[in-house]
T-cell receptor, first 112, second 113 residues
Framework: DTAVSQTPKYLVTQMGNDKSIKCEQN?????MYWYKQDSKKFLKIMFS???????INETVPNRFSPKSPDKAHLNLHINSLELGDSAVYFC???????????FGEGSRLTVL | AQSVTQPDIHITVSEGASLELRCNYS??????LFWYVQSPGQGLQLLLK??????LVQGIKGFEAEFKRSQSSFNLRKPSVHWSDAAEYFC???????????FGTGTRLKVLA
């Protein structure tokens, strides 16, 4: 019973394709996030949702579209994939007041 | 500008030796400070956090960190390193209710047997 689970763990795809990553948390948290970790391990926030509402959008290209169908799920859809999109994408969740982030194991995206 | 600096990209220590990982931050509001650890192929796990109060905080796995406001630092320490501590360590800063955490670039720890 993983707290924050992401699928798939690995994606290998060609430039120009569209792909999605799914995330689910069973912690009852009200806030979920997508972070991108590049090849140098730099971790940067992309999006944050609080109670299904988008609260942070960090100047991410509009090819990236997050969707939160409910508080427990946050999905990431990427259109027209580019080489620079290759990275590890982490989903995370938190509960207001604790400010602690709980991370999934990451989804490694490789664009060829 | 808000930022977190981890000056050491790599650190190598012998098993049983003491460890200190450095973290400096720049943040306008009262900061919340965190240390996370990432083992290979895994997500990040919280080691400890500082919000207020006692400036020396204890965390999991025998780690501690000290908040020094005058130096804008939040260094992580462990008195005796175990081989299983080899991992990437990230310092992060945020503020209550902002939902935005800024991470440092990480320090990779290697432990020699």
């Amino acid at each position: 019973d993983t707290a924050v689970s992401q699928t798939p763990k690995y994606l290998v795809t060609q430039m120009g394709n569209d792909k999605s990553i799914k995330c689910e948390q069973n912690l009852g948290h009200d806030t979920m996030y997508w972070y991108k970790q590049d090849s140098k391990k730099f971790l940067k926030i992309m999006f944050s949702y609080n109670n299904k509402e988008l609260i942070i959008n960090e100047t991410v290209p509009n090819r990236f579209s997050p969707k939160s169908p409910d508080k427990a799920h946050l999905n990431l859809h990427i259109n027209s994939l580019e080489l620079g999109d290759s990275a590890v994408y982490f989903c995370a969740s938190s509960q207001a007041g604790t400010e602690e982030l709980f991370f999934g194991e990451g989804s490694r995206l490789t664009v060829l | 500008a808000q930022s977190v600096t981890q000056p050491d990209i790599h650190i190598t220590v012998s098993e049983g030796a003491s460890l200190e990982l450095r973290c400096n931050y720049s943040y306008g509001a009262t900061p919340y400070l965190f240390w996370y650890v990432q083992s290979p192929g895994q997500g990040l796990q919280l080691l400890l956090k500082y919000f207020s109060g006692d400036t020396l905080v204890q965390g999991i796995k025998g780690f501690e960190a000290e908040f020094k406001r005058s130096q804008s630092s939040f260094n992580l320490r462990k008195p005796s390193v175990h081989w299983s501590d080899a991992a990437e360590y990230f310092c992060a800063v945020g503020a209550r209710g902002t939902y935005k955490y800024i991470f440092g670039t990480g320090t990779r720890l290697k432990v020699l047997a």
